[in-house]
């Protein structure tokens, strides 16, 4: 009989199994905790689920990212492009519009606003260059990240293209790479970004370009703009099925996000930048600062020292030593206040400096002294090491 009766349980056990952990693991999906990722989106009747499934996108995570904390403090400029074109002319040459007639400027402005409130949202501080559909020159744009003092520009656009196939995204940045290090570094990153959350079937093998390929002189946004920046061009709006898309708020926010995941990445390897003190006894004590994240192993900095350049007035300088983060520039006899100095170096993620080259009165501390005192002040020894501050 207790033969019989273990027989029985068994097979009400699997009965169990074989019913309710199909209804737990259900139960488990659709559990909506924070963290957990949003339901997958519809792919019957249903435009963006059925672009998420072809080309095999997940849905955006519910929780916050896990890198957003390395962009806190971050000062960032975001341009949306173009804006203001209404009117009978604009509409009669089609400017800057898609096959059903979508603007470009409301897709960026749409894009640039969910991206800036992401942005808040993880703790940096947010300029949009606008925030309705206003018209706003270049120079003008540039000017607003300047006076502002941005860490980064990032200037938001839509592409068209001469055939309705054509969609792919591109990262753009001003001059060449080794110009501008650290607007290549955003570049790759926020490419980065597009590709894992937006993925463009026809995209490009790099995807990241010299904007001298489209003009001698370069975007002026970016020419203009003094600090490492970048002008994306997320898809084309002259993509019939990319235009519906780019319509829906929601693929909006994937872009956003695609974005953001391309700035957290960046900030995550560190991000560079210098400091100098007051000139003595003909030397200017200069501090690199890698940009890391506290921890194991920021006891001392995170330099590659192979990568140190010094540029006086655009002419390479090598009249300078090296010691645990802290650079000493003998300073040549026909320095002034307007000579032009250009640090150059990365962190050990490879990361570049962020600090604009700029005249040397911009970066002393306080009052600049003359230069002249600069060399009759008494000899001082080298600077004692000091305490990173934070990255």
């Not at 604009?90 to 969910?114: C, D, H, M, V, W």
């Not at 700035?263 to 501090?287: D, F, T």
Request: aromatic share 6%.
């Amino acid at each position: 009989m207790s033969f019989h009766r273990g027989v029985f349980n068994v097979r009400l056990l699997r009965l169990y199994l074989l019913l309710g952990l199909p209804l737990i693991a259900l139960a488990c999906s659709t559990s909506g905790k924070p963290g957990d990722l949003a339901p997958a989106a519809p792919v019957v009747g249903n435009l963006l689920g059925e672009t998420m499934r072809d080309r095999g996108l997940m849905p955006l995570p519910t929780r916050p990212h896990p890198r957003a904390k390395f962009l806190r403090g971050i000062k960032i400029c975001i341009d949306p492009g173009h804006g203001g074109d209404v009117g009978p002319e604009f509409e009669r040459t089609n400017y800057k519009r898609g096959p059903a007639g979508t603007r470009e400027a409301e897709i960026n402005l749409r894009t640039s606003l969910q991206l800036a409130a992401l942005l808040r949202e993880a703790g940096a501080s947010v300029l949009l260059t606008r925030d309705d559909d206003s018209s706003v020159s270049l120079a003008q744009r540039a000017e607003m990240a300047n006076r502002w003092k941005a860490d980064v520009f990032l200037s938001v656009h839509h592409n068209a293209g001469p055939t309705p196939e054509a969609n792919f995204s591109s990262m753009w940045y001003h001059g060449t790479g080794s110009e501008h290090p650290a607007s290549l570094d955003l570049a790759r990153e926020m490419a980065g970004g597009l590709s894992r959350h937006v993925a463009l079937p026809n995209a490009n093998a790099c995807g990241i370009y010299s904007d001298y390929l489209m003009y001698k002189e370069g975007f002026a946004v970016l020419r203009e703009a003094h600090m490492p920046g970048v002008l994306a061009e997320c898809s084309f709006f002259t993509n019939p099925r990319e235009e519906e898309l780019l319509r829906d708020p929601d693929y909006n926010a994937r872009v956003a996000w695609a974005l953001f995941d391309g700035l957290c990445n960046w900030a995550a390897a560190g991000v560079p930048s210098w400091r100098a003190s007051s000139p003595m006894a003909g030397r200017l004590p200069i501090r690199l600062i890698d940009g890391m994240n506290e921890g194991w192993g920021s006891d001392e900095p995170r330099i590659r020292e192979e990568t140190v350049r010094i540029l006086l007035n655009g002419e390479e300088f090598g009249a300078w030593e090296l010691h645990r983060g802290e650079l000493l520039l003998a300073l040549p006899e026909d320095v002034t206040l307007d000579t032009v100095i250009d640090i150059r170096f990365e962190n050990r993620a490879k990361n570049a400096s962020i600090t604009p080259a700029r005249p040397l009165r911009e970066c002393l501390p306080g009052r600049a002294v003359s230069p002249a005192s600069w060399n009759a002040a008494p000899r001082a020894t080298r600077p004692e090491p000091t305490d990173r501050p934070p990255g």
